[in-house]
């Protein structure tokens, strides 16, 4: 009798912990649901995890980075972001390809812009949920190298924190960038990759 009595108990405890687990997750997930249409990424991709082709893949990025700095910084939405990576896409692709001949390779370059699963990751004092996001990707050679990514819009790839805060600040809702600039929110992170991973 005593034996059933626990396992009932046990039963209505996980039902109550499940139960009040989804019902936090659930509001928290349509906040960073959110978060991708706010937000248009970079990521560039080596040849190879050689310290030579990392070290072209940055100044593959720092070039890129230097070169659309003034246009990224000005933009008003993800929207025109966007808009402005369509239209110059060709031009992109040619600074970063003319880096790569500049430092003494012929790798080929390629750039485009794709929508694509990305962990939850950080960025200086952000952390972005996993999710799909829209991203200029550029890769180099045979793209088998450590990846690089950061934020293009809103523009805190190249800025200071503080300057990077401010922009997001002005971007995202008031919930959002709560979200994205809590130090402790890594593990609700986690707990909404499961919840989508049960129930999506």
């Not at 972001?81 to 390629?110: D, R, W």
């Amino acid at each position: 009798m005593k034996t059933n009595k626990s396992i009932l108990l046990i039963k209505s405890a996980i039902i109550a912990f499940v139960l009040t687990t989804l019902y936090s997750v659930i509001p928290f997930q349509a906040v960073c649901a959110e978060i991708p249409n706010n937000v248009f990424r970079f990521h560039i991709l080596a040849n190879s995890d050689t310290e030579e082709d990392q070290t072209l893949k940055l100044k593959v990025r720092d070039k890129v980075l230097e070169r659309t700095k003034i246009l990224f910084d000005t933009a008003n939405s993800k929207s025109n972001a966007e808009k402005f990576v369509k239209a110059n896409l060709e031009t992109i692709e040619e600074i970063a390809q003319n880096e790569v001949y500049k430092n003494g390779y012929n790798y080929p370059v390629k750039a485009e812009i794709v929508n694509m699963h990305f962990d939850t990751r950080h960025y200086e004092s952000y952390t972005l949920p996993a999710g799909m996001y829209d991203a200029l990707r550029i890769t180099i050679g045979n793209a088998k190298g450590h990846n690089w990514w950061c934020v293009m819009y809103p523009s805190i790839c190249i800025s200071t924190a503080d300057e990077g805060k401010d922009r997001a600040k002005d971007v995202l809702s008031d919930d959002e960038y709560s979200l994205v600039t809590d130090d402790k929110v890594e593990y609700k992170f986690f707990i909404v990759e499961l919840f989508q991973k049960i129930f999506v």
